[in-house]
């Protein structure tokens, strides 16, 4: 029996997932596909319609891999079974899925099994998104933890890795150049949080990039900012406005050119460096071709130091008061 055949078939759920509670096997799928020879004749089972029909593959499963969604088995050379449908695999916190066929192709929406497997798979939200123009895997990988992304270059050359922190809420990352944007929005209608994070990665090296409590909201279009210094005493970034880009190499360092003129508010939550109720910082912005804004400001009762400042380019420093 070929590994790869022409095939009809559905989907059977026996076996059952703690990542999908809302698929309690036994279950069927149901779709739209139909043999076009079997319209007007044949038997009703051939006159249904499948979830699946075409090209399907047969795959032996790996040591923790279980046939989740079965649409058939062979017996495989040797010993066991080779199975059609969608692989299972646990690693780590999370699962991998692979279907051995066209997925979506014919599996219905109105099908209450497909609505039960998306809600489980979209409810997970990913925190954190790699951005690859590749079709194919490429040499970057990516991992989250917490507020923590670590990215992996196995390749020779440093590459310039973008990725979405998915539920950042606005905050800035340190280790990486962020944009922020006014404009994308939740179906709610609120700010997205979404934050693009661009990262120069060395070949054959880990790099990590951490969420500070900083957070950056431009009024309108987009901003962009890196974090330069955050120490218990010393909050120092560099924030540019929508259009700005990252320019430089490894060898010449990596800086954030001038954008057009966007206002823009930051706040500074406590963290490394402390913000207690109603405490006292210096601002420093240096517009660099502009008069520098220099000011003592004071927290609110939450513990939050709020300004705005509107430029090309600035340079923002924050040092105690007190």
């Known amino acids: 029996m070929p590994l790869l055949q022409e095939e009809i078939g559905d989907f059977s759920f026996g076996i059952r997932s703690e990542h999908f509670p809302s698929l309690p096997p036994p279950l069927q799928s149901q779709g739209s596909f139909r043999l076009a020879e079997h319209l007007k004749q044949g038997t009703p089972a051939q006159r249904r319609s499948y979830t699946f029909g075409g090209p399907v593959a047969y795959v032996t499963l790996a040591p923790d891999a279980v046939p989740w969604a079965v649409g058939r088995r062979l017996p495989a050379e040797g010993s066991g079974y080779m199975y059609s449908g969608i692989v299972l695999n646990?690693?780590?916190?999370?699962?991998?899925?692979?279907?051995?066929?066209?997925?979506?192709?014919?599996?219905?929406?109105?099908?209450?099994?497909?609505?039960?497997?998306?809600?489980?798979?979209?409810?997970?939200?990913?925190?954190?998104?790699?951005?690859?123009?590749?079709?194919?895997?490429?040499?970057?990988?990516?991992?989250?933890?917490?507020?923590?992304?670590?990215?992996?270059?196995?390749?020779r050359y440093t590459t310039r890795v973008e990725f979405s922190a998915i539920q950042a809420d606005d905050h800035l990352y340190a280790g990486g150049f962020c944009r922020f944007s006014a404009y994308e929005r939740l179906p709610s209608g609120r700010r997205s949080g979404r934050v693009i994070v661009t990262v120069p990665v060395p070949p054959l090296h880990l790099t990590s990039t951490v969420a500070r409590p900083i957070i950056i909201n431009p009024h309108y279009d987009e901003a962009s900012a890196v974090l330069l210094k955050y120490q218990s005493d010393l909050v120092e970034l560099e924030i540019a406005g929508v259009g700005a880009e990252l320019r430089g190499s490894r060898s010449t360092g990596w800086q954030l050119s001038y954008g057009a003129s966007t206002p823009v508010r930051i706040t500074v939550e406590t963290g490394v460096y402390p913000v207690a109720p109603l405490s006292h910082h210096q601002v420093v912005i240096d517009y660099e071709f502009q008069a520098t804004w220099r000011q003592i400001l004071q927290a609110d009762h939450s513990g939050r130091l709020r300004f705005d400042l509107q430029g090309r380019r600035a340079q923002v420093r924050i040092v105690p008061a007190e």
């Open 90 to 155: 646990e690693y780590g916190l999370g699962v991998a899925l692979f279907a051995t066929t066209r997925l979506w192709a014919n599996w219905i929406p109105t099908d209450p099994v497909f609505g039960a497997f998306h809600h489980d798979l979209w409810a997970r939200r990913a925190a954190y998104e790699l951005h690859q123009p590749e079709l194919f895997v490429g040499n970057v990988e990516i991992c989250g933890s917490g507020d923590s992304c670590y990215l992996l270059n196995t390749g």
